[in-house]
């Protein structure tokens, strides 16, 4: 079965540029999350949608990050303009909705901004 | 909110040795969640607990839910050098919330 499907894997990008991360949840999970990852700050939450939809775009950092769900099968999170401290590694996470509460991560996106 | 707090932050221990390490809250949990990061990977579930005083197996991974709510134990034993990441313990913020995560353990193994 395929997991969680991320890409780029890597990106490295100058600063100022629109950055484009994109996820594919597991086939029938109905709540996906992006994470953010850094050595300083551990793994933060940076939205959660459940059936498309945004429940909580709280740990979102600044009006440059942006995410949509527009539909079952596809995520993306976007960085416009891009700036060197959002360099970090950026997970999906999708699952089942309801009582699980068990998440299932991608293989994330490394993204770099000089 | 709600924190976990994971100790040791990391550990180096020889082959073959066994280990051990835990998870604590403030608040009571009613589901600890254990991941383990292999360098370049996302996080991979390990164990899930729902129980309180619940032994649950993976291998040669062992989790508890401690009695009291407040915390996990993740044990391995005999351990190889594939078992180096990072650990992390999880739970659900209250309700049907996302999962909060401690900051994690980091094993290495030394051959």
């Known amino acids: 079965d395929a997991g969680v499907i991320q890409s780029p894997r890597h990106e490295v990008t100058e600063m100022g540029q629109e950055v484009t991360l994109r996820c594919k949840p597991i086939?029938?999970?109905?709540?996906l999350f992006w994470y953010r990852q850094t050595m300083m700050r551990g793994l933060e939450l940076l939205i959660y949608?459940?059936?498309?939809?945004?429940?909580?775009d709280s740990g979102m950092p600044e009006d440059r990050f942006s995410a949509k769900m527009p539909n079952a099968s596809f995520s993306t999170l976007k960085i416009q303009p891009s700036e060197p401290r959002d360099s970090a590694v950026y997970f999906c996470?999708?699952?089942?909705?309801?009582?699980?509460?068990?998440?299932?991560f991608g293989p994330g996106t490394r993204l770099t901004v000089t | 909110g709600q924190q976990l707090n994971q100790s040791p932050q990391s550990m180096f221990i020889q082959e073959g040795e066994d280990v051990s390490m835990n998870c604590t809250s403030s608040?009571?949990?009613?589901?600890w969640l254990w991941y383990k990061q292999d360098p370049g990977e996302g996080p991979v579930l390990l164990i899930a607990?729902?129980?309180?005083?619940e032994l649950t197996s993976n291998g040669r991974l062992t989790a508890q839910f401690g009695i009291t709510r407040k915390d996990s134990f993740l044990n391995i034993s005999a351990s190889i050098p594939s078992d180096v990441g990072i650990y992390f313990c999880?739970?659900?913020?209250?309700?049907?919330?996302?999962?909060?995560f401690g900051k994690g353990t980091r094993l290495s193994v030394i051959a």
């Open positions: 996470a999708s699952k089942i909705s309801g009582g699980a509460y068990e998440q299932y």
């Open positions: 086939s029938g999970h109905n709540s």
């Open positions: 949608f459940n059936n498309n939809v945004p429940i909580d």
């Open positions: 608040s009571i949990f009613n589901t």
């Open positions: 607990l729902y129980k309180a005083g």
């Open positions: 999880a739970g659900p913020n209250s309700g049907n919330t996302p999962l909060v």
